[in-house]
Protein backbone atom coordinates (compact mmCIF):
# COMPACT_ATOMS: atom_id res chain seq x y z
CA UNK A 1 0.00 0.00 0.00
CA UNK A 2 0.84 3.43 -0.34
CA UNK A 3 -0.35 6.40 1.07
CA UNK A 4 -0.48 10.14 -1.06
CA UNK A 5 -0.11 13.43 -0.09
CA UNK A 6 -0.26 16.83 -2.10
CA UNK A 7 0.78 20.09 -1.59
CA UNK A 8 1.11 23.22 -3.52
CA UNK A 9 -2.08 24.38 -4.56
CA UNK A 10 -3.54 27.57 -4.22
CA UNK A 11 -4.53 31.14 -6.05
CA UNK A 12 -2.62 32.36 -9.02
CA UNK A 13 -3.43 35.41 -12.24
CA UNK A 14 -3.89 33.77 -15.43
CA UNK A 15 -0.06 33.11 -17.02
CA UNK A 16 1.08 32.18 -13.55
CA UNK A 17 3.15 28.99 -12.52
CA UNK A 18 2.32 26.49 -9.86
CA UNK A 19 4.28 23.57 -8.35
CA UNK A 20 2.23 20.79 -6.99
CA UNK A 21 4.42 17.85 -5.10
CA UNK A 22 2.70 14.39 -4.09
CA UNK A 23 4.86 12.46 -1.28
CA UNK A 24 4.07 8.98 -0.85
CA UNK A 25 4.84 6.77 2.06
CA UNK A 26 6.11 3.18 1.71
CA UNK A 27 9.85 1.64 0.34
CA UNK A 28 8.27 0.35 -3.20
CA UNK A 29 7.73 4.23 -4.53
CA UNK A 30 10.12 3.47 -7.69
CA UNK A 31 7.70 0.12 -8.43
CA UNK A 32 4.25 2.67 -8.73
CA UNK A 33 3.67 4.43 -12.32
CA UNK A 34 2.41 7.87 -10.68
CA UNK A 35 -0.23 9.90 -12.64
CA UNK A 36 -1.75 13.30 -11.69
CA UNK A 37 -5.64 13.80 -12.61
CA UNK A 38 -7.96 16.59 -12.21
CA UNK A 39 -11.40 17.36 -11.50
CA UNK A 40 -13.47 20.85 -11.94
CA UNK A 41 -16.57 21.44 -10.65
CA UNK A 42 -19.61 20.05 -12.86
CA UNK A 43 -16.62 17.97 -14.95
CA UNK A 44 -15.82 14.75 -14.88
CA UNK A 45 -12.14 13.71 -13.74
CA UNK A 46 -9.52 14.41 -16.35
CA UNK A 47 -6.28 12.44 -16.76
CA UNK A 48 -3.70 15.31 -16.86
CA UNK A 49 0.05 13.51 -17.35
CA UNK A 50 1.76 9.94 -15.94
CA UNK A 51 5.10 8.84 -15.38
CA UNK A 52 6.64 6.08 -15.93
CA UNK A 53 8.27 4.26 -12.70
CA UNK A 54 11.44 4.87 -13.74
CA UNK A 55 10.65 8.42 -14.49
CA UNK A 56 11.86 7.82 -18.14
CA UNK A 57 8.27 7.91 -19.50
CA UNK A 58 5.36 10.53 -19.63
CA UNK A 59 2.05 11.09 -20.74
CA UNK A 60 0.56 14.88 -21.17
CA UNK A 61 -3.18 15.52 -22.13
CA UNK A 62 -3.06 17.58 -24.90
CA UNK A 63 -5.01 20.46 -23.00
CA UNK A 64 -1.59 20.41 -21.01
CA UNK A 65 1.05 19.53 -23.22
CA UNK A 66 3.84 21.94 -23.23
CA UNK A 67 2.69 24.21 -20.35
CA UNK A 68 2.65 20.89 -17.84
CA UNK A 69 5.63 19.13 -16.31
CA UNK A 70 5.81 15.76 -14.17
CA UNK A 71 8.71 14.72 -12.74
CA UNK A 72 9.80 11.97 -9.79
CA UNK A 73 12.03 12.11 -7.49
CA UNK A 74 12.38 7.96 -6.35
CA UNK A 75 15.24 9.10 -3.46
CA UNK A 76 12.02 11.43 -1.99
CA UNK A 77 9.10 9.26 -2.79
CA UNK A 78 7.49 12.38 -4.34
CA UNK A 79 5.86 13.31 -7.35
CA UNK A 80 5.83 16.75 -8.97
CA UNK A 81 3.77 19.06 -11.55
CA UNK A 82 4.85 21.80 -12.49
CA UNK A 83 2.45 24.10 -13.52
CA UNK A 84 3.50 27.48 -16.30
CA UNK A 85 1.21 29.49 -18.27
CA UNK A 86 -1.75 28.70 -15.98
CA UNK A 87 -5.07 29.30 -18.09
CA UNK A 88 -8.54 29.66 -16.05
CA UNK A 89 -10.07 26.50 -17.41
CA UNK A 90 -6.84 24.41 -15.35
CA UNK A 91 -8.97 25.44 -12.32
CA UNK A 92 -10.19 22.20 -10.72
CA UNK A 93 -9.14 19.96 -7.69
CA UNK A 94 -5.87 18.18 -8.93
CA UNK A 95 -5.48 14.55 -7.19
CA UNK A 96 -2.15 12.49 -7.08
CA UNK A 97 -2.20 8.99 -7.78
CA UNK A 98 -0.31 6.01 -7.49
CA UNK A 99 -0.88 2.28 -9.53
CA UNK A 100 1.65 -0.89 -9.51
CA UNK A 101 2.10 -1.62 -12.64
CA UNK A 102 3.15 -0.31 -15.96
CA UNK A 103 1.15 2.21 -18.03
CA UNK A 104 2.03 5.60 -17.62
CA UNK A 105 0.29 6.55 -20.83
CA UNK A 106 -3.32 4.92 -19.46
CA UNK A 107 -5.47 6.69 -16.93
CA UNK A 108 -6.36 2.94 -16.11
CA UNK A 109 -6.17 1.06 -13.11
CA UNK A 110 -4.93 3.72 -10.22
CA UNK A 111 -5.03 2.04 -7.25
CA UNK A 112 -4.10 5.13 -4.39
CA UNK A 113 -5.47 8.42 -4.58
CA UNK A 114 -4.41 11.50 -2.64
CA UNK A 115 -7.04 14.20 -0.37
CA UNK A 116 -6.96 16.64 -3.58
CA UNK A 117 -5.47 20.45 -3.37
CA UNK A 118 -7.30 23.13 -4.87
CA UNK A 119 -6.07 25.04 -8.04
CA UNK A 120 -7.65 27.98 -8.72
CA UNK A 121 -6.66 30.67 -11.95
CA UNK A 122 -7.73 34.12 -11.59
CA UNK A 123 -8.20 35.83 -15.20
Known amino acids: QVQLVESGGGLVQAGGSLRLSCAASGRTFSSYTMGWFRQAPGKEREFVTG????????YYADSVKGRFTISRDNAKNTVYLQMNSLKPEDTAVYYCSAKPRPGYASPDGYDYWGQGTQVTVSS
Open 51 to 58: ISQSGSST
